[in-house]
């Protein structure tokens, strides 16, 4: 389980976004991935069922680079190099396309587990 996100509390909030998001912007960059080609959902683990379940419903292309960022990424990592410049992933290219996909399914299961714990009572 993870911890809670103070995310929701800051962005009701503009002044403390527009002071937050400077070092929200460093800290994505400092965290190097993006010198690496990858985007932010690149990162999320797969071994959960959710994950799986959403990798299968991206579109062909879309996972096809999705594998291609992931390998170029692991060569670039053995090598101990970095992209160069202009393949490197710049912050408006880094959108995300399968967090959206995972909290559709979340929430169908969500709704699944709800319909499957509904008891229906019978009036006489």
């Not at 993006?34 to 990162?43: P, Q």
């Not at 579109?59 to 992209?83: G, I, N, T």
């Not at 959206?100 to 299961?109: D, M, S, Y």
């Amino acid at each position: 389980m993870s911890a809670p996100s103070l995310a929701p509390y800051i962005l009701k909030r503009p002044w403390l976004k527009r002071w937050m998001m400077p070092l929200a912007n460093w800290y994505a960059d400092a965290a190097g991935y993006r010198r690496l080609g990858l985007r932010a959902d690149d990162l999320i683990p797969e071994e959960n069922d959710t994950v799986q379940l959403a990798l299968k419903r991206l579109p062909p292309k879309e996972a096809y680079d999705r594998v291609f960022r992931l390998r170029r990424a692991f060569q670039c990592s053995l090598a101990h190099q970095l992209l160069p410049a202009a393949e490197q992933t710049k912050p408006e290219e880094d959108r995300p396309y399968l967090s959206p996909i995972i909290e559709e399914i979340e929430a169908e299961l969500k709704e699944r587990a709800d319909l499957e714990s509904m008891k229906v009572e019978r009036k006489n």
